[in-house]
């Protein structure tokens, strides 16, 4: 029994060390709010599944933010514009 568990266990930890799933969205590029909601979506799931350091997910968390103000600012000047 005790075997058993340990090759699970081995096989466990040897599934959380590829690719995080978040790298393919990142890759292909946050251009708009729902590719961030799904980039951050995934970056949940690859720490939630080992894929993915904590660190590594609040330096993606830290950008993110960035990235979303910069699209609050398009949509701030978007409607300035489209007021006058």
């Known amino acids: 029994m005790a075997k058993r568990r340990a090759e699970s266990l081995e096989q ?6 590829t690719s995080p799933r978040s790298r393919v969205i990142a890759e292909r590029g946050v251009k708009t709010p729902r590719d961030l909601a799904d980039l951050m979506s995934a970056v949940m799931a690859d720490v939630v599944e080992g894929r993915l350091t904590p660190s590594r997910a609040n ?4 950008a993110a933010g960035k990235r979303l103000d910069q699209l609050a600012a398009v949509l701030r000047a978007a ?3 489209a007021r006058s």
């Open 12 to 17: 466990t930890l040897a599934g959380l060390t």
């Open 79 to 81: 409607r300035l514009k």
């Open 59 to 62: 330096a993606i968390a830290n």
